[in-house]
């Protein structure tokens, strides 16, 4: 595994991490949610490079080993430029693979969105436990759109670590995450995730790419229902759900991490050979390069 830094919008330094096998036939860039960052995903990574797809995962702003004030942000934007960064530096170091989006709960609204305004430049996406719709009642959810505005620095949203996992191992080290621990999430930031699930909602047609979806029945930080809207409204003719009877909200931090991952490769296995060289050739954008 190897960290870097990279510089995002607003001059702010961002965080990755690389696990890379010595020929990739793919490359999955993996986007943390909240109570989150790039380490908690060490797991998946290491899965997909024992199987020859490079893994990149980030820090979004303000996360992690990111700068940013802590948690905050008032745009999602923000958030999809440091994914969109991470996303061309992992296109510039392998050009012609095929690359996928895996997103975590928020970091499925980012992946998503990043899907909806730069479609051409992934292959696919792959949302886990997405957080399009969470278990608070709409009237709640206004309330704290309008509290963004008087005093969005106050936190309004902190999630349980025992609702992620079932796994007293993986529970304990979550808890003792000292870059998660007492996480609480700002009035901005929840705003900005619900106006970013309002865009995605009436857009969700607009995404063509070939979309892997999962999550579990027993999800108490997101909820299910959400999942099957978005796999019933994609645009995408390649569309799967995948719902886990009884698993918690960080699938692959769960009892059972092994079959969802499995599905996730079934699931790449079958559409890799319909790349093959097709990005040969094409054009790659200037990217910010990892700051020393």
């Given amino acids: 595994m190897k960290e870097e830094d990279f510089t995002s919008s607003g001059n702010m330094r961002i965080h990755m991490r690389s696990w890379l096998p010595e020929a990739p036939r793919a490359v999955v860039v993996i986007c943390h949610g909240v109570n989150s960052h790039s380490g908690q995903h060490a797991w998946t ?8 797809i490079a893994a990149y995962a980030v820090d979004l702003r303000g996360r992690g080993l990111s700068d940013g004030e ?14 969109l960064g991470l996303v061309r530096i992992a296109r510039s170091r392998h050009p012609g693979l095929p690359l996928f989006l895996l997103g975590h709960s928020a970091g499925g609204v980012v992946s998503c969105t990043l899907a909806l305004d ?8 792959i949302c886990e436990s997405f957080a399009f719709q969470v278990p608070a009642p709409g009237f709640a959810l206004a309330a704290i759109k309008g509290l963004s505005h008087i005093a969005p620095r106050l936190g309004v949203l902190s999630l349980k670590m025992k609702d992620f996992t079932r796994d007293p191992v993986a529970l304990a080290r979550l808890e003792a995450d000292q ?6 999430q700002p009035a901005a930031t929840v705003a900005a995730l619900v106006r970013a699930d309002e865009r995605l909602h009436d857009n969700f047609d607009k995404i063509t790419l070939p979309v892997l979806i999962l999550h579990g029945t027993e999800d108490k930080a997101t909820v299910c229902h959400g999942s099957e809207f978005f796999h019933a409204q994609a645009g995408s003719e390649d569309k799967t759900l995948k719902i886990y009877e009884g698993h918690f909200h960080d699938l692959l ?7 969802v991952f499995a599905d996730i490769m079934g699931w790449l296995e079958a559409r890799l050979p319909a790349f093959g060289s097709q990005r040969e050739g094409r ?4 990217v910010a390069g990892p700051a020393s």
């Fill in 45 to 52: 990574a290491e899965q997909f490079s024992g199987r020859g």
């Fill in 253 to 259: 931090n769960d009892i059972g991490k092994e079959v």
């Fill in 118 to 125: 730069h479609q051409d430049e992934i292959d696919g996406l």
């Fill in 179 to 184: 870059l998660t621990k007492n996480e609480s």
């Fill in 70 to 83: 802590r948690f905050y942000v008032e745009n999602v934007s923000d958030y999809v430029d440091d994914l």
């Fill in 283 to 286: 054009p790659t954008e200037a």
